[in-house]
Each structure stands twice: as C-alpha cells, then as structure tokens.
C-alpha cells in the first residue's frame, strides 16, 4: 500500500518537501531557505548544489518528520522556480556555474538586439514568449560565451543544460536521466510550443548546441527513480510541471476559462485555454499549462515580478513594518490609501508593460500621509497589476472573469483578498490549500502512478476555505484604477 505522494518544490526563495495524502491534505512539511547571489546591478544568481543539497534534505526531513517511509511513498512530483537555467558536466555531474536566475536581467542588451533585428514575430510565434532576458535562451548563450572553454565542451557533447527540474531529476536519478516536461521546455524560448520539439531554428538564433537539451516528456511521465542511497528505498519520479502551471493544476483549474494567480515574490497569473494557443497581442504569453497522454491544454500567462517582494521591501527595505503579516492590521485601521499609489517596478515592470528599464516611485504623498496609507499601497498595487493582466486577457478574447482562483503566501491576507476582488471586480476563491504548487505537482505524480483516475477526480479534491466578493462602488473602483495607469506612466520608460 503506497497511500502518500510527495512534492518537491524548489523555488526562487526557498526549497520546500510536503508529504500529501491521496485526499490532497498536507501531512508533513520541510523548508529551507535559498541564498540569492547578486554579483552585480541586475544579476541574481543561485548555487546548484546548494539547491541539490537542500532538495535531498527536506525530502528526508519530512518524510522523518511524519515517519513514513520510502516505500509508502507512491510517487516524487518535482515542481520547481521556471526558466532559472543550469549548465553541468555529464561526467562529473557539477555545474559550470552558477545557476542564472530568472529574474536576472544580464542579457537584456543580447535580448534587444536580436528584438531590433526585428525576431521578435518569429520567437512569439513559434514560443508564444517574448524576446526578454527572462528566458532561459539568452541565459544559456551567455553561459557558454563566458565561462572558459563552455562552448567547446558543449560542442563536444560533454556539458547538459537544464532548468531545475532536469538539474533535480539528474541529481535524484545520479544521472541516468536527462529530461524535462512539456511545461518547463516552453519558457526556455528555443522550444516551439505547437510541434512540442525543440526548435533547430531558435537554436541557431542563440547559437545554442542540441547535444544539451533533455528529452522533454509529459508532465506526468516517467521520470525515473530516486537513487536507493537518497530515501532508503526508490522513489519514482512521476509528475514534474513549472511552478505557475502546478498551481493551475493544484487548483483544478482544468476547464477552458478557469483562472489562477499565485501571489508569492512574484505574481503569476494563469488562464486555461484548452486545446488553443491563444497568441496575444497584448503582450501576455502563451504557454503550455499541461501535458498529458501526449496532449497540450494552453495557457496565457501574465507575469508580475514584484508582489510579495514589495512587503518585503516595506518591512526590509525601509522598515516600515515588523513581519508581512503586519500589513493586514495596518490596513484594516488605516482603511483607505487616500490617493497615495506604490509602484513597485523595483526590477522594470512585466506584463503586461515588459519595460526593463522602469524603476519604482511612490505618488501622491501629502502631510498627513502615513505608514499606514503607504502599506495600503503597496498592497494595492498588487491588486492593480492583477487588474492590468485581466484588461489584457479580456483584449485578447478571454470573456469577462467570474471568479479568481488565488493562493500562494500573501492569499493568507483577508484584507488584501477583499481589496483584489473590489479592484478587479470579480470574486476571489482561497481553497483549503495554499500551498497549491506542491499539490499540483503530487497530483502529477498521483496520476503518473494511476492513483486517480482522470482530472475530474483531482476536481472532487478541490475545497474552497473563503470566497470574497466585490463590494466597492463602481465609481470608486474606475477612479482607483486610472489613478494607478497615471501613475505607471509616469514610471515607464519605454511604453510598448
Ligand atoms: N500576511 C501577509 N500579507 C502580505 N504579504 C505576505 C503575507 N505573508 C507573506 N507575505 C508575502 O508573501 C511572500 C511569500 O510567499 P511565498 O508564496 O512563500 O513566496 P515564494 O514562493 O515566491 O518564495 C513574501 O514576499 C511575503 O512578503
Ligand atoms: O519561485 P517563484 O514562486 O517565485 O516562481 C518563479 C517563477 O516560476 C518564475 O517564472
């Protein structure tokens, strides 16, 4: 009797293992905390091997903590931050450097080159990304071109790349695997997302050799098995999806229309579009929610860097708040921000604005503007940029929005789940649990091993712990919202 499924979920900045039941309740829990390397203005960086390390580590802890074994263990679902890319020596099993983060900005001069060069039609259509150094491609291009005798080596077949899901895989199976699934392979920008094969034209583009790419599988594949020294016993690895298309999959999110936002560092919001891959044209990307039985359901994606890492900035940065948990007291007592609007572009602004060079400001401040008013707004904010990627949905043909699926770590706010329903003017469902990246990729795995038996019985699994619904006049509400778009003007650089 195998009854338990476990999930690794490796993200930007931590590295979390949870051991669910087939009924989706977390039993067991381990985390740890990842340290992020800034070696330069814009550059984020992290250690594969401490990443490697830390995954077999919370993998043990939980399973110890809740004293299940390996062998009770049905299957391993990896869920992990996407496009962060790794280069490592098939021999040796290290990598040649440092993991380049997804948020890094290195190659944004390589990036508009090749966009003044007028590729940006031909890379959206064959990847439905855009030409951002937030990809994997030009990350990986910059790792060959820079670190001593890359190049060559890749040429020669001896290096592999992979974003960290394939960099776990080949660490948990000691080598024997070299793959990814369906849903990281879209945002690495050389993969073409109709034909689901890497693409030999977008790899000429980067100068990027095939002899690196894994083998790409469906997210619930057979992924291999964990090496018997890791848990005692082995483990099959059977589901594996990027954590934004996890949480689609951990809230069910599995019929044409539906809508997830994960409110973490970042904000990531995701539609299901079924069998069609929406192309945008305001500037959302198209993505591959799942791959099932050979299958692609799309997905349009709109992605904000700066969420939570604008609480953080509050209580770290200028230490205006003790815990982030603090922000919901302040805002209930405060109540409104009286005009005052955070734009938190501390890393440029992504979609749907994809403007680099935009940098933060904080608008409207008078006398008697307080802390309280300040926090309101960086909170608020969040829900305006929610707004932002809903507008672009709705012009991109998506119908209006009923009800918004939300979790991650800020969804514990009550306060700002109702200011997000009065601004986006929809109704926000909380499930019973936020933890919703790990869970999808266990219901991956689940699947993989045919402990459930299609989608619709992962739907039954689905609670709703809260529903919030709008209450702000509509007035209100419009009056807010162009106050914010006045003030992104002011803060973009290059309007697209
Ligand atoms: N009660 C809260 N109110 C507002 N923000 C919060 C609250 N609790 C956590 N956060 C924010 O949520 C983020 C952590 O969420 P999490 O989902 O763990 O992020 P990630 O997976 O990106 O590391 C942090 O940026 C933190 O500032
Ligand atoms: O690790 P997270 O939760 O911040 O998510 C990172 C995203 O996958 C980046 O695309």
């Given at each position: 009797?195998?009854?338990?499924?476990?999930?690794?979920?490796?993200?930007?900045?931590?590295?979390?293992?949870?051991?669910?039941?087939?009924?989706?309740?977390?039993?067991?829990?381990?985390?740890r905390?990842?340290?992020?390397?800034?070696?330069?203005?814009?550059?984020?960086?992290?250690?594969?091997?401490?990443?490697?390390?830390?995954?077999?580590?919370?993998?043990?802890?939980?399973?110890?903590?809740?004293g299940?074994?390996?062998?009770?263990?049905?299957?391993?679902?990896?869920?992990?931050?996407?496009?962060?890319?790794?280069?490592?020596?098939?021999?040796?099993?290290?990598?040649?450097?440092?993991?380049?983060?997804?948020?890094?900005?290195?190659?944004?001069?390589?990036?508009?080159?090749?966009?003044?060069?007028?590729?940006?039609?031909?890379?959206?259509?064959?990847?439905?990304?855009?030409?951002?150094?937030?990809?994997?491609?030009?990350?990986?291009?910059?790792?060959?071109?820079?670190?001593?005798?890359?190049?060559?080596?890749?040429?020669?077949?001896?290096?592999a790349?992979?974003?960290?899901?394939s960099?776990?895989?080949?660490?948990?199976?000691?080598?024997?695997?070299?793959?990814?699934?369906?849903t990281?392979?879209?945002?690495?920008?050389?993969?073409?997302?109709?034909?689901?094969?890497?693409?030999?034209?977008?790899?000429s583009?980067?100068?990027?050799?095939?002899s690196?790419?894994?083998?790409?599988?469906?997210?619930?594949s057979?992924?291999?098995?964990?090496?018997?020294?890791?848990?005692?016993?082995?483990?099959?690895?059977?589901?594996?999806?990027?954590?934004?298309?996890?949480?689609?999959?951990?809230?069910?999110?599995?019929?044409?229309?539906?809508?997830?936002?994960?409110?973490?560092?970042?904000?990531?919001?995701?539609?299901?579009?079924?069998?069609?891959?929406?192309?945008?044209?305001?500037?959302?990307?198209?993505?591959?929610?799942?791959?099932?039985?050979?299958?692609?359901?799309?997905?349009?994606?709109?992605?904000?860097?700066?969420?939570?890492?604008?609480?953080?900035?509050?209580?770290?940065?200028?230490?205006?708040?003790?815990?982030?948990?603090?922000?919901?007291?302040?805002?209930?007592?405060?109540?409104?921000?009286?005009?005052?609007?955070?734009?938190?572009?501390?890393?440029?602004?992504?979609?749907?604005?994809?403007?680099?060079?935009?940098?933060?400001?904080?608008?409207?401040?008078?006398?008697?503007?307080?802390?309280?008013?300040?926090?309101?707004?960086?909170?608020?904010?969040?829900c305006?940029?929610?707004?932002?990627?809903?507008?672009?949905?709705?012009?991109?043909?998506?119908?209006?929005?009923?009800?918004?699926?939300?979790?991650?770590?800020?969804?514990?706010?009550?306060?700002?789940?109702?200011?997000?329903?009065?601004?986006?003017?929809?109704?926000?469902?909380?499930?019973?649990?936020?933890?919703?990246?790990?869970?999808?990729?266990?219901?991956?795995?689940?699947?993989?091993?045919?402990?459930?038996?299609?989608?619709?019985?992962?739907?039954?699994?689905?609670?709703?712990?809260?529903?919030?619904?709008?209450?702000?006049?509509?007035?209100?509400?419009?009056?807010?919202?162009?106050?914010?778009?006045?003030a992104?003007?002011?803060?973009?650089?290059?309007?697209?």
């Amino acid at each position: 009797m195998q009854p338990y499924l476990l999930s690794l979920d490796q993200g930007t900045t931590s590295t979390r293992a949870i051991i669910f039941n087939l009924q989706g309740q977390p039993l067991a829990r381990a985390q740890r905390e990842l340290k992020q390397y800034f070696p330069a203005d814009g550059w984020v960086e992290h250690d594969a091997e401490e990443i490697a390390e830390a995954s077999l580590a919370v993998c043990r802890e939980a399973l110890q903590q809740s004293g299940i074994t390996a062998q009770q263990i049905a299957a391993i679902g990896i869920t992990n931050q996407r496009e962060t890319t790794v280069i490592w020596d098939r021999k040796t099993g290290k990598p040649i450097h440092r993991a380049i983060v997804w948020q890094d900005r290195r190659t944004a001069d390589s990036c508009l080159k090749l966009k003044n060069k007028g590729h940006e039609v031909r890379v959206q259509q064959k990847t439905g990304l855009l030409l951002d150094p937030y990809f994997s491609a030009s990350k990986i291009a910059w790792l060959l071109d820079n670190v001593a005798g890359a190049r060559a080596r890749a040429e020669r077949g001896e290096l592999a790349f992979g974003t960290i899901d394939s960099w776990l895989i080949w660490q948990l199976t000691g080598g024997k695997k070299h793959a990814t699934d369906a849903t990281n392979a879209a945002r690495t920008l050389i993969f073409n997302i109709h034909n689901q094969q890497w693409d030999e034209e977008l790899l000429s583009l980067f100068h990027i050799p095939a002899s690196l790419l894994p083998e790409v599988l469906d997210s619930a594949s057979d992924f291999g098995q964990t090496l018997t020294k890791h848990f005692g016993a082995p483990i099959q690895i059977g589901g594996v999806a990027g954590d934004q298309q996890a949480a689609l999959i951990g809230q069910a999110c599995f019929k044409e229309g539906m809508v997830k936002s994960t409110y973490g560092t970042g904000c990531f919001m995701v539609m299901n579009t079924g069998d069609e891959a929406i192309s945008s044209t305001h500037r959302l990307l198209t993505t591959v929610g799942y791959r099932l039985n050979g299958k692609v359901t799309y997905a349009l994606e709109g992605s904000i860097f700066v969420a939570g890492a604008a609480v953080q900035w509050l209580r770290d940065g200028i230490q205006l708040i003790k815990q982030a948990g603090d922000t919901e007291a302040i805002a209930e007592e405060t109540m409104d921000s009286r005009g005052v609007y955070l734009v938190p572009a501390f890393t440029g602004l992504g979609a749907p604005y994809w403007d680099p060079h935009a940098r933060g400001a904080i608008f409207g401040l008078t006398r008697d503007t307080g802390i309280g008013e300040i926090v309101i707004a960086g909170l608020e904010a969040v829900c305006f940029q929610t707004r932002d990627l809903m507008e672009a949905m709705k012009k991109d043909g998506a119908g209006k929005l009923q009800t918004l699926r939300v979790d991650g770590g800020m969804a514990v706010n009550n306060w700002l789940m109702q200011a997000l329903s009065d601004i986006v003017g929809c109704r926000v469902a909380r499930p019973t649990v936020t933890e919703t990246t790990a869970l999808g990729a266990a219901w991956l795995a689940g699947l993989y091993v045919g402990k459930f038996a299609s989608l619709d019985a992962i739907t039954e699994l689905w609670h709703c712990q809260r529903e919030f619904s709008p209450k702000m006049a509509l007035d209100k509400r419009e009056q807010m919202y162009t106050g914010w778009l006045d003030a992104v003007q002011r803060v973009t650089y290059k309007t697209v």
